[in-house]
């Protein structure tokens, strides 16, 4: 196929997703250098990563190259963004070992943390609402928890992972179901041992038993920041006590 004939089987793959509502989040798809290029701001971290594995499953579509943005509920100037990023990473237990340095783009001013022997480090760069990530750490779950982190600034419209991994680590479901569960574990707002999940070539399925509507949709939105998770299936249930205010039961449902 041509470029434009793959292009318009991209588009079109994306006007019959049931998932990607192209009226309220206008997605351009043109081939560059022989990459299917997506451009445009998504309402949601699902969007963006339901799009960009629908135009994967094209016929032709050698390779997806990913410009789309998030539209943030509340936008913020890229200082806000930036002093959130690194208040998340400097805090992060994980981290302490770390140098962490951030800092607008094109700026030499930064916010830093040095230290006399670090095990690794995390640069992070913000321009326009997009945090750029580098830097060296020792594990992709660390990686991948670096990446949530920063999607987790206020303001944040998207997070281009560029940290190296040292030693290097062969990449597959365990590795995501680990990072999962890390996340999990750092989200206040989510009853981590409420919920399990299973991973199969990057398809999630959650299941487990929280307390309101509001933490089963924070629990699927986390999962959806981490990278190599291709698509997510919330089963979890919301507890409904006689009262609506019994505590939750001691252990969620297994996966058999």
């Not at 789309?68 to 509340?74: E, Q, S």
């Not at 760069?125 to 987790?152: C, E, N, Q």
């Not at 979890?236 to 006689?242: H, L, S």
């Amino acid at each position: 196929m041509t470029a434009s004939e793959i292009a318009k089987e991209v588009r079109a793959a994306l006007e019959h997703s049931r998932r990607i509502n192209l009226h309220r989040s206008p997605i351009d798809v043109h081939v560059e250098n022989e990459s299917v290029v997506l451009d445009g701001e998504v309402t949601s971290i699902e969007e963006k990563r339901l799009a960009i594995e629908c135009a994967k499953t094209v016929r032709g579509v050698p390779r997806v190259d990913d410009h789309l943005h998030v539209r943030p509920a509340t936008r913020v100037g890229d200082g806000t963004i930036r002093d959130a990023v690194c208040r998340h990473l400097m805090e992060e237990p994980a981290f302490l070992g770390l140098n962490i340095a951030c800092r607008l783009a094109g700026d030499a001013d930064e916010v830093a943390r040095r230290l006399d022997e670090p095990s690794g480090s995390i640069e992070a760069d913000v321009a326009g609402g997009v945090i750029t990530l580098r830097g060296r750490v020792m594990s992709l779950a660390y990686k991948r928890l670096a990446a949530v982190l920063a999607w987790w600034a206020p303001g944040c419209r998207d997070v281009v992972n560029q940290i190296e991994i040292n030693p290097a680590e062969a990449d597959n479901d365990g590795e995501i179901r680990e990072a999962i569960e890390l996340v999990l574990n750092k989200d206040p707002i989510v009853h981590s041992d409420q919920v399990t999940c299973r991973v199969r070539d990057g398809h999630v399925v959650l299941r487990g038993l929280v307390a309101t509507n509001e933490e089963k949709r924070m629990v699927e939105r986390d999962v959806w920041y981490i990278e190599g998770v291709r698509d997510v299936v919330n089963e979890i249930a919301v507890y409904q006590g006689p009262t609506g205010r019994e505590p939750l039961p001691a252990s969620p449902p297994e996966f058999e």
